[in-house]
Structure formats: structure tokens, C-alpha cells
């Protein structure tokens, strides 16, 4: 059974960061892409990062310069460290796994974990 858990939530001040996980088990996970998705409040679920198996990353054009994906393929976990935060980016943020990238980026999400809030103050 496939699942991933993310940890590294919590509340943190304006412009302050915080570094995500997000640990696989029930998969080979050097295999799959995977990514970084959050959902504010009455907001659509939407992409932040994806990161393939050879750790090219891509990211959402509101976070490029601040946040950045990286993966450890020995412990099976994925990592985004988030920077400059802002009020908007107040959120639950969830890791999502996919064959491909390109998958990730067109809905074509095979596993999702239950996700981590994250809360920025000002």
C-alpha cells in the first residue's frame, strides 16, 4: 500500500520559512516524479514544484527564487524548503506522486498524502 506522509507544517511569521517532507512508502520511489501541491482557503488545489527523477525541478512562476524541491531517493522523501513566506501562502500543502512530470503538471496524479498546513502570519 502506497503512502506518503508529509511533515514540517506549522505556523510561522511573514517572510520566515519552513522545509517540508514528504516520506514514501509502498513504492519505488526513485522511479516516480513527484511533487508539491497546496490549497488555501476556497482556493483551487494548485501546483507549486515538481521534481523528476534525475531532480529537475520546476516551479510555479509565485514561488521561483523562494521555495526549492529536492529529493533524497535513499530515504525515499521529497523536501521543499520555503522561504520569503507570505499571508497568501497560507495552506494546506500536499505531495503527490506521478510517473512523470509532465503527469504531475496535467492531473495525472497517481498517490496523494494528506497533506501539512501551513500558516503564515503578519
Known amino acids: 500500500q502506497v503512502q506518503l506522509v508529509e511533515s514540517g507544517g506549522g505556523l510561522v511569521q511573514v517572510g520566515g520559512s519552513l522545509r517540508l517532507s514528504c516520506a514514501a512508502s509502498?513504492?519505488?520511489?526513485?522511479?516516480?516524479?513527484m511533487g508539491w501541491y497546496r490549497q488555501a482557503p476556497r482556493q483551487q488545489r494548485e501546483l507549486v514544484a515538481t521534481?523528476?527523477?534525475?531532480?529537475?525541478?520546476n516551479y510555479a512562476d509565485s514561488v521561483k527564487g523562494r521555495f526549492t524541491a529536492s529529493r533524497d531517493n535513499a530515504k525515499s522523501t521529497v523536501y521543499l524548503q520555503m522561504n520569503g513566506l507570505k499571508p497568501e501562502e497560507t495552506a494546506v500543502y500536499y505531495c503527490?506522486?506521478?510517473?512523470?512530470?509532465?503527469?504531475?503538471?496535467?492531473?495525472?496524479?497517481?498517490?496523494w498524502g494528506k497533506g501539512t498546513l501551513v500558516t503564515v502570519s503578519s
Open positions: 503527490a506522486l506521478g510517473r512523470y512530470t509532465v503527469h504531475l503538471r496535467n492531473g495525472g496524479v497517481d498517490y
Open positions: 521534481i523528476s527523477t534525475g531532480g529537475t525541478t
Open positions: 509502498g513504492v519505488i520511489f526513485s522511479i516516480n516524479a
